[in-house]
């Protein structure tokens, strides 16, 4: 009796498992732009000048899930122009107006590391993310 | 008596992977900045000209853990100012002064991928990482 | 002899989650080089001034596994110059040419947040990336 316990308890444990690796995953992602421009600045006793940048970002950059979940990912443009989300090989590519929200989904079935770029811009601009599916 | 020891095994092996999840994960973080001047530069016969670049990164950028997992992070700050450390899902904000090593633990309790951000100076230049949290 | 099949797809169950841990994962990562060149653009409305950026990028940048996988990692070179490929705690420390592509093989044993950088060029130049490997 006690024993067929542990064997129904082990099941029931790999049957879990099982139950964890087809979950769903949700994530929101913000892209934004910083426009930093800096001609002199002294902090703490540190001066640096002539700081130009210009930037999109992902926020989160990267994301990370197990093969076989249901990934949905809510991105929200807060960048005053159009930007892009791209993963290649999920044959994902969106583009999203300035404050849209767009709502995307996929089962991350391929395990790897696989870029999140913005089609529409340089990489060194607005800066890439990566999708991390791991078996 | 074959069939038992495969039970307790089973039960066994069970345990060890409750055990994973519970487990705790330290990290190391180093805070640096990176000053880049150059006005002119030609390396194997490639020329490139007007590069002004100063960023403050987090190396590693990017943590990932499986949730339930205890997170230890020490926090050390190259950078000659004092910079910010902050993962707001989780409630930390955190300043850490030059040349100071500050130490956080926090349960990684909820799945997702996170920002880990410095609330002191803008995105574009201290650029942010990721925190994933695996179910 | 029910009971006996279920012990025995117990013992198959976790043979497979041990198969799982030590399985092989591939990843393919391009480095290339972006120089962004902007004196003044208008997108949609809106302008910006004075952008110049130079960046070596890794493609995919993060890369996660379970510990004790065997990773085995393309890299290909598509910089016009010599780039560099390191993740210190790993004992990597790779020199790539231009449109070369090269093989290394390790076995991630070791669980954390490892920084993967260029051990030729500013990191603030070509930037870093991360190896996460789970328990």
Redesign the interface.
């Known amino acids: 009796m006690k ?2 316990k ?6 029931f ?2 049957l879990l ?1 099982g139950a ?1 690796q087809a ?1 769903e ?3 929101v992602i913000i892209i ?1 732009a ?4 800096i001609p002199e600045l002294n ?2 006793g ?1 001066t ?1 000048k ?6 999109v ?1 992902n ?8 093969k076989g ?1 249901t990934v949905k990912i809510a991105i929200e443009n807060r960048s ?3 930007e892009g989300f791209s993963i290649d090989e999920y044959g994902i590519k969106e583009v999203i107006k ?1 404050k849209e929200t767009k709502s995307l989904s996929f089962k991350a079935d391929k ?5 999140i ?1 913005c089609q529409l811009h ?4 607005h ?6 599916v ?2």
Do not use: H, M
Not at 6 to 11: D, H, N, R
Not at 59 to 66: F, I
């Open positions: 024993i067929t542990k064997i129904i308890g082990c099941a444990g790999l498992a964890a979950a995953q949700r994530f934004n910083y426009d930093t421009n902090v703490e540190v640096v002539n700081i130009r940048a210009f930037n970002l926020e989160p950059e990267t994301l990370t899930v197990k979940t005053p122009i159009s300035p395990a790897g590391a696989f870029t770029w340089p990489k060194n601009i800066l890439p993310g990566s999708l991390n791991i078996e």
